[in-house]
């Protein structure tokens, strides 16, 4: 298996072909309708907001340390990894370059709708920023069965994704089922056995190309490069059953009575939704 790379695909195609059998793909000009298309980089970001701040493993970080961080990373002295700028938070000018946010592909997204827009459901649209040598090194779900769409504006990255069914080859932690251990760029196989039966799919994402990871696909990165990409999350009728589940799972660990209410919250804006999708269907 291969992730395939398409272009200028119509939006039946992508429902057809990947988004309803749940296979990533990667489009190599999505992003076309972007206005940050080709405008991102270092200096870019250096120039417009080097002062803006995040925090990277309890410590906090200009957007100026960030990017000179990333550009002199190597991968025997990686930057910290990953840089996370939430984007309506932390970087709401550049909103308006990254519209339709969609790319004319992820929709309907319930994320986008006022039912869930002012909740915290595991959405977000971040700014990703990472060094030659930056990795997650454990393999990983979306939490709340959320689709992931990430695209990279600046630099390569390099995408590991397993073909589903292969869970008991991961060794998922039984506390946190979203998670393995795994390091995938240096297995233990003594400790991990059966993940020498995995079959890793290995794949580079370039500038302007956008990755769809559907719900439910093991995955994780490794950048090549210094690289700067946008990251949302997608909800609809596909994984609203699995989304209402991980939101029980995750509230209960708080309280039981959080637990009912959010998951009804949660369950009467899915019903909202659905009606709006009936009467404004996608094409």
Known sequence: MEVQKVDDISYASFMQDFYQPGVPVVFKNASKVWKAKGLFSPDWFRSNFGDRTTEVKDKTYTMRQIMDMVENSSVSNPAPYPCIFDIPETLPEILPLLQPLNLNYAKPNWLESKWFNKGHWGG??????????????FIHLDYYHLNAWITQLYGEKRFTVFPRGQEDFLYPKPEDPWRSDINIFEPDFEKYPKYKNATPINFVVGPGETLFIPFGTWHTAYSLSPTISVAFDQLNKKNYIDFVKDVWSFKKRDSTVKAIAKTGYAWLAGQACKVGDSLHPQH
């Open 124 to 137: 977000a649209t971040e700014l990703f920023i990472g060094g030659p040598g930056g990795r997650f090194p």
